[in-house]
């Protein structure tokens, strides 16, 4: 986790305990004695690759007296009932961060695992798995981490980061040469110029107007495979659309260099854990 992720997590658990909190905790305060401490441990229910594990001392910190005793690393493999975290403190510093830990915990996690499955799917193959930018709002820096925790690559982190010509950039410009025409000579050549093209003769033109990178969308396995062997090697080849555990394999065989699978961040399902004081 670099230093701009480990920011954005503080501001994430920060912002999260407030709206967890609201005026307080009113059940800890009630049931609790102030002086009562405790240790916790925070257990795996289901298999899964670790991902999001500075949130547990971030949170503790916002707390007082209560401290992180051991911590698995981010891409820890998880199996059921195996101890991710454990704390010690007062019990009502550790009922107050449970949910928001959790929650970070569980969802990060969840993406990380399921990248690691999408990954383990098409091993052997020339291919990446790399995420899109249909995240959560206010949790892409955060996804795309979890993303690399599972062993995949990240595309494009903002609309400023890349250039990627696609169908509504092409019809407002007047046509696929057009497109990409102003995009090499006003945009960063530093940029790699790529185009999203839905048929084998859109990739012809997309091939001729210079494209760096083709994007191949919803293309069937025998269609991709024709445009693989079509771009020969002359640009990059990125699959999307259609991409899920059952495909992906037969995806990654037709040769393409990338394969963009949206669901990564916006339908990995939480990874099972609890918090058990004790």
């Not at 670099?2 to 994430?12: C, D, I, P, T």
């Not at 830990?101 to 091993?123: E, P």
């Not at 269609?223 to 990059?236: D, K, P, Q």
Request: charged letters at 20%; glycine letters at 10%; proline letters at 3%.
């Amino acid at each position: 986790m670099n230093a701009a992720e480990r920011l954005h997590l503080r501001e994430l658990v920060s912002r999260a305990l407030q709206e967890d909190w609201g005026s307080g905790d009113l059940t800890s305060a009630l049931t609790v004695s102030p002086g009562r401490e405790g240790k916790a441990r925070i257990r795996a229910k289901a298999h899964g690759v670790l991902a999001g594990s500075a949130a547990v001392p971030l949170a503790a910190a916002c707390v007082e007296n209560v401290q992180v005793l051991n911590l698995l690393p981010d891409g820890s493999e998880l199996e059921p009932g195996c101890v991710l975290a454990e704390l010690e403190g007062a019990a009502l510093g550790l009922l107050a961060i449970e949910r928001v830990m959790l929650n970070i915990l569980q969802h990060l996690s969840g993406v990380a695992t399921l990248t690691r499955r999408y990954v383990n799917a098409i091993a052997g193959t020339r291919a990446r798995i790399v995420d899109t930018r249909k995240t959560i709002p206010g949790l892409r820096l955060l996804q795309k981490y979890a993303v690399r925790v599972g062993g995949g690559y990240n595309h494009r982190f903002d609309l400023s980061d890349g250039i990627l010509i696609k169908n509504n950039h092409i019809t407002a410009a007047g046509g696929v040469r057009a497109a990409v025409q102003a995009a090499r000579q006003r945009g960063p050549h530093t940029l790699r110029v790529e185009v999203e093209c839905r048929t084998l003769s859109e990739v012809d033109e997309a091939l001729a107007a210079g494209a760096e990178a083709i994007l191949l969308d919803n293309m069937d396995v025998e269609t991709l495979r024709r445009a693989v062997e079509r771009v020969a090697g002359r640009a990059l080849t990125e699959a999307s659309g259609g991409v899920n555990l059952e495909t992906v394999r037969a995806i990654a065989e037709t040769g393409v260099d990338l394969i963009s699978v949206g669901a990564l961040t916006h339908s990995a399902p939480a990874v099972d854990m609890h918090m058990v004081l004790e």
